[in-house]
């Protein structure tokens, strides 16, 4: 693991290897518990695992990136209007369910004229900016090994999942112009955050926005690049003027805007295994980072090891050597991933490692 090293790969310079990260191992508990020569009981259930014992995780797993994001210190829930979609189980010990509430929003037109700003409010700027450095220099203190990033989470379609629902949103999305006027709003919201994290001292920023599903584009593909892209542009120019690095996440097959969202300043990709993984290093390998592989977890949750192991020599095969590739399973490991196939797959990522 270094830290370097997950810099080297996000500027696009030459490494001894691919850089590494994965998602959501914090809920294997009895495989940290193992890694960190603890009983597992004393982490289970804890949210979030405490930093020094993830940290012997991070490092015995290679890990030279660590995903972060942090949208501000308003809790939207407590100051105006939002949907909670709920959350099936996900954590082995099904912890994280939560049952769906009613939707606050009954009538596009509710939608058409909210505006986030006005709803909940904007945190002071200085204070915000304030707030976001000492995060940041804890959790680079807390994990010396990997890159730490920034991030924003609630972006612009992600934003608007969260305050109206995906039943509302989709409603409102059937006027293109109306609904571009409400994604500005987020827009204008979000601009907030990634001005105040442009005043900070990281060298990395995570632009999360789940624009698309994993079938594709869920509105007309040019509304996307006529009304939402562009936004982007905006919200990045804080960050550009203050050499930070953009990484662009979405959840779902995003890569038909991948060229789009890059012209608009991004300088690489964080992506699901549902993206054309060869078409990814064909267009932008060497020019911009991609995290990420072909790996798929529902082949490591349901498939065999042979399965998986041919997945991860697909993407070597593909990336091998290729400047600024980082190795992650995309859609994470969860937890119903068992520990002999987390172990099995770390075995060999990190042989293939050592061959460079």
């Known amino acids: 693991m270094s830290r370097q090293l997950g810099m080297d790969c996000i500027n696009c310079r030459e490494t001894p290897r691919p850089g590494h990260t994965e998602y959501s191992m914090h809920y294997h508990t009895n495989l940290i518990g193992t890694i960190a020569g603890i009983d597992p009981k004393k982490i289970s259930g804890l949210d979030p695992v405490p930093a020094d014992i993830l940290r012997k995780l991070y490092d015995a797993w290679d890990y030279d990136f660590i995903w972060y994001s942090n949208d501000g210190f308003i809790d939207w829930e407590e100051a105006g209007r939002c949907t909670d979609l709920g959350h099936a189980v996900y954590a082995d010990d099904g912890s994280d369910q939560r049952d769906a509430k009613p939707c606050p929003f009954n009538e596009p037109e509710e939608v058409w004229a909210f505006n986030p700003v006005e709803e909940y409010g904007l945190y002071p700027f200085d204070d915000l900016v304030a707030g976001y450095e000492k995060d940041y220099l804890e959790r680079k203190a807390a994990f010396p090994n990997q890159v730490c990033t920034g991030g924003y989470y609630k972006s612009i379609i992600s934003g608007a999942i969260a305050s109206f629902g ?122 911009h980072a991609l995290v990420g592989s072909a790996v798929d977890c529902r082949t490591m949750t349901f498939g065999t090891w042979e399965q998986v192991k041919a997945e991860i020599d697909k993407t070597m095969e593909i990336a091998r050597g290729v400047p600024g590739f980082m190795f992650a399973v995309g859609n994470h490991i969860p937890a119903n991933v068992t520990d002999e196939m987390c172990t099995q797959y770390m075995d060999y990522l990190k042989k293939i490692f050592k061959e460079g």
């Open 166 to 287: 995906w039943d509302m949103l989709l409603m409102a999305a059937s006027d293109e112009a109306k609904f571009a006027r409400v994604l500005e709003r987020f827009g204008e919201y979000t601009l907030h955050h990634t001005r105040a994290w442009a005043e900070t001292s990281i060298d990395v920023f995570i632009q999360h926005d789940d624009i698309v599903w994993t079938s594709g584009p869920f509105m007309r593909p040019d509304f996307y690049r006529e009304a939402l892209i562009p936004i982007y542009r905006e919200l990045w120019k804080p960050l550009i003027a203050a050499g930070k690095k953009i990484l662009f996440c979405s959840d779902g097959t995003v890569d038909m805007f991948m060229e789009d969202i890059a012209a608009c300043g991004a300088d690489g990709f964080i992506f699901e295994p549902s993206n054309d993984f060869e078409k990814l290093v064909k267009t932008f390998g060497g020019s």
